[in-house]
């Protein structure tokens, strides 16, 4: 491991990173089906759960827009499901019931806190600003942030360069300043290294880094970042 520099800021990933989405997804995609007076069985949220994994990878791409994700993966899951709903209705309460689910990362309140005393933190997340802003607020960690940076509001997606560039000036800092923290390579590790920022991948499965981008650093718990930092 490299010696550690100092950084002014660290921008971090919310999803998967901050806050666990497969049990916030799961219960607000039962509490959806729930709303909509349609059967539920367990298996649905792991049909759900391929059907995103498939259109995310295409949005990692930049071959898929967050938006377009929205509208295509209820009309698959249903299909595939052998249900016949509204799939736009059932997107948007599925949506709303997100707002209400936020399960931390294991470590990440006490890690955030901690590491608020010595930098300026940042969220940068693909989403929808007030759901994020939500989710954060009930997992106990939106106030450590000094801003959030989610792909609606800035304009543009992980990890095209645009997202990274318009964080950089709305946090009025340079590539040199900033480290990224996030556990997806090809929109955070990806996204962050063609701007010049360096990178710290947060892996938890263990799973075997790729020979690019370069990592600055891998974790496998958040609660070594203080300590590398």
């Not at 010696?3 to 497969?22: G, I, Q, W």
């Not at 543009?156 to 950089?168: G, I, L, Q, V």
């Not at 997806?184 to 962050?192: K, L, W």
């Not at 690019?212 to 970042?225: D, G």
Request: proline share 5%.
């Amino acid at each position: 491991m490299q010696h550690a520099k100092r950084y002014k800021a660290l921008l971090l990933d919310v999803d998967n990173t901050l806050l666990s989405f497969r049990p916030s997804s799961e219960a607000a995609l039962r509490k959806a089906f729930q709303i909509h007076h349609l059967p539920y069985e367990d298996i649905y949220y792991e049909v759900f759960y391929w059907v995103g994994e498939v259109l995310w990878e295409q949005q990692r791409r930049e071959r898929l827009s967050v938006d377009e994700i929205r509208t295509l993966i209820f009309p698959r899951l249903l299909s595939a499901i052998g249900i016949e709903a509204d799939g736009n209705a059932l997107s948007d309460t599925f949506h709303l019931q997100l707002h209400e689910e936020a399960v931390p990362e294991p470590g990440a309140v006490e890690t955030i806190a901690k590491l608020s005393e010595r930098y300026q933190l940042y969220v940068a997340s693909n989403g929808v600003l007030e759901m994020q802003r939500s989710r954060l607020e009930i997992a106990g960690l939106a106030n450590y942030f000094t801003d959030l940076f989610v792909s609606d509001d800035i304009g543009a997606e992980k990890p095209s360069e645009r997202f990274f560039h318009e964080a950089m000036r709305r946090s009025k800092t340079e590539p040199g300043e900033l480290l990224f923290v996030g556990d997806s390579i090809e929109a955070d590790m990806i996204g962050a290294a063609r701007s010049g920022i360096d990178r710290c991948w947060y892996n938890p499965q263990h799973l075997t880094a790729p020979a690019r981008p370069k990592l600055n650093y891998t974790i496998t718990a958040l609660s070594e970042l203080p300590r590398i930092l």
